[in-house]
């Protein structure tokens, strides 16, 4: 597995991560002999990074993580805060910030975290100075190692990669979201601030399996959410209508050799796009996890990307851009 640098810190993770949110909650019911599992596959094909969050099952994901790895210091664990309170200005306090990250450090079974994402915030807090001020002085206080901001907007991302001390960004990034190919990534890349793609297999739409009939749990997110009733609409099959990101999904698949599928073609062209650090794919069992980790030996061959890349952006012109370009 490749691995890369972690925008301004030492470390290096791999190009191919876990996004843990499927153990926590949202998803439907997930086990912690079965999370476990899933971790353990996850690092056996050789991931280095878990991204996970303190609202994730209400900590859940991170107290399974952190009885995981147990004291390893071989795997980076990117967490966010933010979401345990009505997410309005008001409430990112340094107060609330200690109180997050320090049950973020107890979950996790870690003095230090390696890296705090700020998750999802109001567009007024990523750029108020004060909130940088409070972010560097978790980072003083040996609370947390780094700092980055996850987004849903291109202009958010931006506001963010401005700050000198931002390790990375997290924003939502595949076929069917390319509006961060237009700045976000070449700024990332210039300031030397890591992009982790969040969200690449569109909640599932890009994984080839989904139909017309296809149905989810109750307390899924995408039965409840399909229209943003409860979070970011975007958030959701990346904010693309459910019959048409079927027509799109069908369409790039159809361009694909012979012995690739489309999750693994798609996680392929995210990792190699230029500025891109690392892709974050969620995994509820280990056929699923195995399955994303092996997609990085597409990277570098084995797999025209190029073609592909050409094939993303007709399917997106030609169905998508419209609909979902002016959004985020």
């Known amino acids: 597995m490749k691995q890369r640098p972690l925008g301004r810190t030492a470390r290096q993770v791999s190009a191919i991560g876990l996004g843990t949110w499927q153990l926590g909650a949202d998803w439907g019911a997930v086990t912690e002999e079965d999370a476990t599992a899933v971790l353990a596959a996850s690092v056996d094909h050789g991931v280095t990074l878990f991204d996970t969050a303190d609202v994730y099952g209400d900590g859940r994901s991170e107290s399974i993580i952190g009885r995981f790895l147990a004291g390893r210091t071989d795997i980076t664990v990117a967490t966010k805060m933010g979401r345990r309170l009505a997410q309005e ?10 109180a997050w990250t320090d049950r973020s450090r107890r979950n996790l079974g870690v003095d230090t975290l390696d890296l705090v994402q700020l998750h999802c915030p109001p567009s007024a807090v990523i750029e108020d100075d004060a909130t940088y001020e409070a972010l560097d002085a978790l980072v003083a206080d040996g609370r947390i190692a780094a700092y980055g901001v996850s987004v849903e907007t291109c202009a958010q991302a931006l506001a963010a990669i401005a700050r000198p001390n931002v390790t990375n960004v997290q924003i939502i990034f595949n076929p069917f979201r390319l509006k961060p190919l237009d700045e976000v990534l070449p700024g990332a890349a ?125 399917v997106y012109d030609f169905r998508l851009r419209e609909a979902i370009h002016p959004l985020w």
């Open 89 to 98: 200005p008001e409430n990112y306090t340094p107060e609330n910030f200690r």
């Open 190 to 314: 210039a300031a030397g601030v890591a992009i982790f793609a969040r969200v690449p297999l569109a909640s599932g739409l890009l994984s080839g399996k989904y139909t017309a009939s296809t149905t989810f749990a109750e307390n899924d997110h995408r039965t409840y959410n399909r229209h943003g009733e409860a979070f970011d609409r975007g958030e959701t099959f990346s904010g693309v209508d459910y019959q048409l990101g079927l027509e799109a999904a069908d369409a790039l698949a159809a361009a694909l050799p012979d012995g690739v599928t489309l999750p693994a073609a798609t996680l392929a062209w995210i990792a190699s796009r230029p500025g891109v650090t690392t892709v974050i794919p969620g995994a509820r069992n280990v056929r699923q996890a195995q399955s994303n980790a092996d997609a990085a030996a597409l990277i570098d061959g084995g797999f025209d990307v190029d073609a592909f890349d050409a094939v993303v952006r007709e």
